[in-house]
């Protein structure tokens, strides 16, 4: 099993930045671990992933050039560092691990998630 709990969330002003963390407890070997948000109304959607090793990652169209998702093993920890932030990424983000270490971006794959933590930009 996997624990995992977001903080970093808050109100920012369109053009903000803020930084997301996700502390993982339990198994904590070989996990790839990746963000989604929900913003209300919406489905759940895929922001980014790293895998275990944190050689590789994944971006939605989004947010590439925005975003940057990056792992401390040694911390069981991932960071999302979200720079120029806007109004529509205003949502709950949910940290997400799933075994093996490979990323994804279907929700589906992911077995364990976080309780969320909400990101609030004013226009």
């Known amino acids: 099993q996997v624990q995992l709990v977001e903080s970093g969330g808050g109100l920012v002003q369109a053009g903000g930045s803020l930084r997301l963390a996700c502390a993982a407890s339990?198994?904590?070997?070989?996990?790839?671990t990746a963000w989604f948000r929900q913003a209300p109304g919406k489905e759940r959607e895929f922001v980014a992933a790293i895998n275990w090793s944190g050689g590789s990652t994944n971006y939605a169209d989004s947010v590439k050039g925005r975003f940057t998702i990056s792992r401390d093993n040694a911390k069981n920890t991932v960071s999302l560092q979200m720079n120029d932030l806007k109004f529509e990424d205003t949502a709950v983000y949910y940290c997400?691990?799933?075994?093996?270490?490979?990323?994804?971006?279907?929700?589906?794959?992911?077995?364990?998630w976080g309780q969320g933590t909400q990101v609030t930009v004013s226009s």
């Open positions: 997400a691990a799933r075994l093996g270490g490979v990323v994804s971006t279907d929700r589906g794959a992911y077995k364990f």
């Open positions: 339990g198994r904590t070997l070989a996990i790839a």
